[in-house]
């Protein structure tokens, strides 16, 4: 059984480099020069601090992207809405959606985990794990409000920083809602299958980015990927494209901008990385103590 699959879509975004490398990537085009650091946006408390190059990095910016709006009051009316989509009409339940197998499936694992089944089954495939993700998790010690990008928006809004966002809240529900029954079936039952290897999928994770280890991280996401191209190319690929074009026009007046997206994006083929390439920038990973690389000079 592999120890990740499709969870990490819930959460949730090569060559392996000497320990000072770190998930953090300068890109640079024209002179204009842009900061991309690949987060994990579930951390417990001992994962921190972080290396002080990021630090000096963020106080540097002027400008802070990240994928979507996280503040207190966006992050509750971007809740309520998707809750909004995610119930049932009154007198429909999920059990008339989900596939025999995945029926049995989050009926054992509410009986072994004590959670109440009658309420569950009132929300759509895809709320179900995204519920249940959350609570697992949880119970890990892992947690949203100590992730990255979480933990940085906070310190962005303190410092006063001028905020980018590639994306909104309601477009990410959107995808999410526009799966056909029979993948958010499969979804589900991918997710339930994965809780009994949460804990150490966390830990590789953990590993990987503290190593900087592409080869890991790349391994994490290709495994959580397998056997579904079609979310893939919605979640990763085709977001990639787009936030390419979206980081080069909210970069335009900036003069030190920084980026922050989830680690799945700027590891594999057709990564965040790739796609500002293919449009013109040099990137280059950056590395503790190496000195700044030429303008225009290739990794």
């Keep these: 059984m592999r120890p990740i699959r499709i969870s990490m879509l819930l959460l949730i975004t090569l060559a392996t480099l000497p320990a000072q490398g770190f998930f953090l990537w300068q890109a640079e085009k024209d002179g204009h020069i842009v900061h991309l650091l690949g987060t994990v946006h579930v951390l417990t408390d001992d994962f921190y601090p972080l290396p002080g ?27 309520k809405q998707l809750m909004a989509r995610a119930l049932y009409p009154d007198g429909e339940t999920v059990e008339s959606d989900l596939t025999p197998e995945a029926g049995q499936a989050l009926k054992a694992y509410c009986r072994k985990q004590q959670v109440n089944y009658q309420q569950l089954i009132r929300l759509r495939p895809w709320m179900i794990a995204a519920n249940l993700t959350q609570l697992e998790l949880v119970r890990a010690g892992a947690l949203l409000a100590k992730g990255m990008d979480q933990q940085y928006f906070k310190h962005a809004e303190a410092a006063g920083k001028d905020l980018g966002f590639l994306e909104s809240a309601e477009g990410q529900a959107a995808w999410f809602t526009g799966l056909n029954q029979n993948m958010q079936s499969a979804l589900l039952m991918k997710t339930l299958d994965d809780f009994q290897n949460l804990p150490s999928m966390l830990q590789r994770t953990y590993e990987a980015w503290r190593r900087s280890d592409l080869v890991a991280m790349k391994a994490l996401v290709d495994d959580s990927f397998e056997g579904f191209p079609e979310i893939r190319e919605e979640l990763l690929m085709r977001r990639n494209r787009e936030w390419a074009e979206e980081i080069e026009n909210q970069i335009l007046f900036a003069d030190h ?27 280059h990973q950056v590395v503790s103590g190496a000195e700044p690389p030429a303008s225009g000079s290739e990794q």
């Design 53 to 79: 190059e990021m630090d000096s990095v963020f106080q540097e910016a002027d400008l802070v992207i990240f994928e979507t709006d996280l503040s207190r009051e966006r992050m509750k009316e971007s809740r």
């Design 257 to 283: 901008p920084l980026v922050f997206v989830k680690s799945a994006h700027v590891v594999g083929d057709n990564s965040l990385l790739d796609e500002l390439q293919a449009r013109g920038y040099t990137i």
